[in-house]
Antibody
Framework: QVQLQESGPGLVKPSETLSLTCTVS??????????WSWIRQPPGKGLEWIGY??????NYNPSLKSRVTISVDTSKNQFSLKLSSVTAADTAVYYC???????????WGQGTLVTVSS | DIVMIQSPDSLAVSLGERATINCKSS????????????LAWYQQKAGQPPKVLIY???TRESGIPDRFSGSGSGTDFTLTISSLQAEDVAVYYC?????????FGQGTKVEIK
């Protein structure tokens, strides 16, 4: 059974960099079979795809591309998200998820709330 | 980006009755090379991450009850819950992956009447 778990600071100051890690169990992040994605959801709002990584190849949402970096650590079976120059608009629950065949996201991590505030 | 619009924003249905949610995309999500619609449906219960119910517009994910069904093609899609159960109270989202970035509808909240 594949499981994902997000971790990282719950509070980030404006203009700083948000950093999160997703630890994967039950599957290998180095496998070429899947893509590994980050998705966010502002409180009470809808879902926004941030980007994915597959074997070192990345693809980002153009709306965030200038501020986003997704990387992978195969030794720890983790992938990570960095979002720079954050503002209050980046406050959201951040989810990591496995992207299956570029058609669906399954499963998802439980999500972690990141608040941007001074 | 492809814009996904769901209707209604919310609906209240009696237990055992049918619930129908619509999703319209701003352009077709039907891939002509394989004749598949790149459209998925998710259920998100309060305090939980989304869970995929349907993909390829009408293929039920393993373990999903058969009261959930998806239909439609091109730009117009429907998620139907044939007999609403108490545990189906949730927000439902459609999502396209015909093109990047994948985008989601705004969500439809389903409640018990």
């Amino acid at each position: 059974q594949v499981q994902l778990q997000e971790s990282g600071p719950g509070l980030v100051k404006p203009s700083e960099t948000l950093s999160l890690t997703c630890t994967v169990s039950g599957a290998s992040v180095s496998s070429g079979s899947y893509y590994w994605s980050w998705i966010r959801q502002p409180p009470g709002k809808g879902l926004e795809w941030i980007g994915y990584i597959q074997r070192g190849t990345t693809n980002y949402n153009p709306s965030l591309k200038s501020r986003v970096t997704i990387s992978v650590d195969t030794s720890k079976n983790q992938f990570s998200l960095k979002l720079s120059s954050v503002t209050a608009a980046d406050t959201a629950v951040y989810y990591c998820a496995r992207d299956v065949d570029n058609i669906r996201f399954d499963p998802w991590g439980q999500g972690t709330l990141v608040t941007v505030s001074s | 980006d492809i814009v996904m619009i769901q209707s209604p924003d919310s609906l209240a249905v009696s237990l055992g009755e049918r619930a129908t949610i619509n999703c319209k995309s701003s352009q077709s999500v039907l891939y002509s090379s394989n004749n598949k619609n790149y459209l998925a449906w998710y259920q998100q219960k309060a305090g939980q991450p989304p869970k995929v119910l349907i993909y390829w517009a009408s293929t039920r994910e393993s373990g999903i009850p058969d009261r959930f069904s998806g239909s439609g093609s091109g730009t117009d899609f429907t998620l139907t819950i044939s007999s609403l159960q108490a545990e189906d109270v949730a927000v439902y989202y459609c999502q396209q992956y015909y093109s990047t970035p994948p985008t989601f509808g705004q969500g439809t909240k389903v409640e018990i009447k």
